[in-house]
């Protein structure tokens, strides 16, 4: 009897066994087949459900695929499903402390703007940077390179409470999140914490941030409501993290931005739609200590699904700041032009106006934006020259395009591996329209992590319309807006780049750039050319070290030609 028993227990096991296996495997197809947001929702909850750490190589998988095509879900609704998914598969493969799931837990915490999300991957989180810049101002004296060394400090703490009830409207019930990230910045290093972000070119980064001195700053602060009185509406009240398409026009950086976001859902074609208005500062360099530096930014977007996404985005930008303009010109009282006598302006109005298309086909994704540029602006006299006369008023028409597309790519008996390839081209001003400024540059662009550029380029850090590009002030500030040298605007960039599969945990990732100016005075517009390495270790899901190396080479357009600069980084990160 003992043995039928004991026979009968091991059926049942293996039975129970193989019943889970058999589930696993069904809600795993599931995944793999569903189409669209909601269909891999349902099936990502199926798979948690299971509470089974045996499917964490398949949540794992699942994660790294929703992060590989990000881009793609950049509607309002697909953006609050993401952020779910993501919230779901985070805080699961968390629990099972999945060691392989680690750089994809810690892609969630640095890319996804949605706090929520990050929140999930996180309670609180540590980052250290030790950066070593190396002839930032690209000159060939040796004596005369500029070059900073330094510790990077980013330590974010956040709390989110979701779906709070508060009242049923129109048959659903309506509720609310409340979110709350606390967020300090700060250097340390041989020149001293507030002499780094002080100095040019760190004092523009800075300067996006409500605080570098490691003061913590609100980065979220805000109250969600869904259900938005009864409506299929969500509604965003208070300091938010934002971005705007791919953030060629629009991006808070990780700053927040206060005020106030609607998205919904169109009843025709699957339409989805957001409307936001924020009130903020312009952390270019201004002049004259003007006292009406404000910056209120405004606009939509309009999303229609088809095979991949199609995305129109307007922006607008009233903006009370004295700035420079590029393509603003007049003589001094001596008669010299710009860049010795530059334009300078207030109470600017632009327009821009987007075309985003985002596709995600099997192991290939691609992400495009194509935008311009329109505006008026009112100029004022040069602060350097009292006897300079401004015009009537400036002109803005600029235009820029970014695409980017990656896949994976297989290796006989090594795995998978990550191509990528990238294009950017931002105008720059002509010098025959005095009265014209043809350069692309929004006021708030994605070009900023933490302390750090971010960009095209580890030490260039390009985006279409500035970057790391030598031209810095003994006085500490840049002489231009764009960091090139005068008379060149506009950037072009053509980067490729491969991750081979990971070795033993480690993860090698290796790009190539090339940068043009798009304008240049002196028919020179090769900027130069960067090799990026970086390679990544992660210990489970709480604790990651990189390590990378930037190698730069100046081109004719510089300030001198054949000119190097380094950058290398080791970055520290740690979440409990």
């Known amino acids: 009897m003992k043995r039928f028993f004991a026979f009968a227990l091991l ?17 795993q197809m599931l995944y793999k087949q569903a189409v669209g947001l909601q269909q891999k929702y349902l099936a990502a909850v199926n798979l948690v459900g299971l509470e089974d750490k045996a499917t964490a190589p398949i949540l794992t998988q699942a994660l790294e695929e929703l992060l590989l095509a990000q881009s793609v879900y950049s509607s309002p609704s697909d953006q609050d499903l993401y952020g779910r998914i993501l919230r779901i598969l985070a805080q699961a493969l968390g629990d099972y402390k999945y060691t392989p799931a680690a750089p994809f837990l810690w892609d969630v915490q640095r890319n996804v703007p949605d706090a929520l999300a990050r929140g999930e991957a996180m309670i609180a989180i540590g980052k250290m940077r030790a950066l ?36 049923p409207k129109g048959g659903e019930m309506m509720t609310m999140d409340v979110a709350v990230t606390l967020r300090a910045l700060g250097t340390t290093g041989a020149t001293g914490s507030s002499s780094t972000v002080r100095s040019a070119p760190f004092d523009h980064i800075a300067a996006n941030y409500p605080s570098a001195d490691f003061t913590p700053f609100f980065e979220n602060a805000y109250i969600r409501v869904n259900h938005f009185l009864g409506y299929p509406l969500e509604a965003t009240f208070g300091r938010q993290n934002y971005r705007l398409g791919s953030g060629l026009l629009l991006d808070d950086d990780g700053a927040g931005l206060t005020g106030i976001t609607v998205r919904g859902d169109f009843p025709w074609w699957g339409m989805k739609a957001e409307g936001f208005v924020f009130a903020d500062h312009d952390a270019r360099q201004t002049v004259h200590d003007a006292p009406g530096n404000s910056l209120a930014l405004f606009g939509f977007a309009v999303d229609l699904p088809s095979e991949g996404v199609w995305q129109l985005n307007q922006l607008f930008e009233r903006d009370r700041a004295a700035q420079q303009v590029y393509g ?14 530059a334009c300078y302006a207030s109470k600017t109005l632009k327009s821009f106006t987007s075309v985003r298309y985002a596709l995600n086909y099997g192991p290939i994704v691609f992400d495009g934006e194509a935008a311009f ?14 006897a300079a006369t401004p015009p009537g008023r400036i002109v803005y028409n600029g235009n820029a395009e970014v695409a980017r597309a990656k896949w994976k790519q ?83 960039v053509v980067g490729i780049g491969y991750t081979p599969p990971a070795y033993k945990g480690y993860i090698l990732d290796v790009d190539y750039f090339l940068f043009q100016s798009e304008r240049a005075v002196n028919d020179s517009h090769i900027l130069g050319g960067e090799w990026d390495f970086r ?21 004719s357009a510089g300030a001198a030609k ?15």
Not at 144 to 149: C, K, L, N, R, Y
Not at 469 to 483: H, L, R
Not at 542 to 552: Q, V
């Open 11 to 27: 059926a049942l096991v293996l039975a129970a066994s193989s019943f889970a296996d058999e589930t696993t495997e069904i809600y």
């Open 132 to 167: 070593d810049y190396q002839n930032l101002n690209l000159v060939s004296d040796k004596s005369a390179q500029d070059s900073h060394s330094f510790i990077a400090n980013d330590a974010r703490l956040g709390i989110a409470v979701r779906k709070i009830e508060l009242e």
């Open 328 to 341: 603003c010109s007049y003589p001094s009282s001596g008669g010299l032009l710009p860049p010795t006598d």
């Open 373 to 386: 540029e329109k505006g008026l602006a009112t100029p004022i006299g040069n602060p350097y020259d009292s």
């Open 410 to 492: 297989t290796l006989p008996r090594l795995g998978e591996g990550i191509a990528r390839m990238s294009v950017a081209r931002g105008s720059g001003d002509n010098a025959n329209t005095p009265t014209r400024d043809e350069a692309f540059f929004p006021a708030h662009g994605h070009q900023f992590n933490g302390l750090d550029r971010s960009g095209f380029g580890d030490f260039f850090g390009a985006t279409p319309y500035n970057a790391f590009g030598g031209n810095y002030g003994a006085n500490g500030s840049s002489t231009t807006a764009s960091g090139l040298q005068p008379g060149n605007s506009g950037i072009v």
């Open 535 to 555: 390679l990544r270790y992660n210990v489970q899901d709480r604790f990651g070290i990189s390590l990378s190396a930037a190698l730069f080479k100046s081109g």
């Open 562 to 576: 054949g000119v190097q600069a380094k950058k290398y980084a080791l970055e520290a990160f740690g979440r409990f």
